[in-house]
């Protein structure tokens, strides 16, 4: 009895990966854009949701009186929202690293910034997911 040996084409793990991102056989087309428009969208949903149920109060005024959205603060789902970002800070993009603390970041809106940038980064590579799949 012979045995015959085949040499296997070695592929890298990024051809790989390139390959099943690229690919329209897949169920569901991801796309580099979709490499960056997934994560976005699942941050930009999951701290929503979070905020909406959780988020403490915000000092919208600058004025040191804080305006709750939350359900834990005692709106329900028909007066709750996600407090906006604080008068005080501006039209500034004001990030998690940039406060001194989380609380800070929490008492002036931070979550709204979070929420509305990485949807806006979303709803962009949603977009260039569908130029990408268009394949124009």
Not at 81 to 93: M, Q, R
């Amino acid at each position: 009895m012979t045995a015959i040996l085949e040499r296997r084409e070695s592929t890298s793990l990024w051809s790989q990966f390139c390959a099943w991102i690229t690919s329209t056989e897949n169920r569901l087309y991801i796309g580099w854009f979709g490499v960056i428009m997934i994560p976005t969208l699942l941050t930009a949903t999951s701290v929503y949701i979070i905020a909406f149920v959780a988020a403490p109060p915000v000092d919208i005024d600058g004025i040191r009186e804080p305006v709750s959205g939350s359900l834990l603060f005692g709106n329900n789902i028909i007066s709750g929202a996600v407090v906006p970002t604080s008068n005080a800070i501006g039209l500034h993009f004001y990030p998690i690293w940039e406060a001194a603390s989380v609380d800070e970041w929490l008492y002036n809106g931070g979550p709204y910034q979070l929420v509305v940038c990485h949807f806006f980064l979303g709803i962009c590579a949603y977009m260039g997911r569908e130029w990408e799949h268009a394949g124009c």
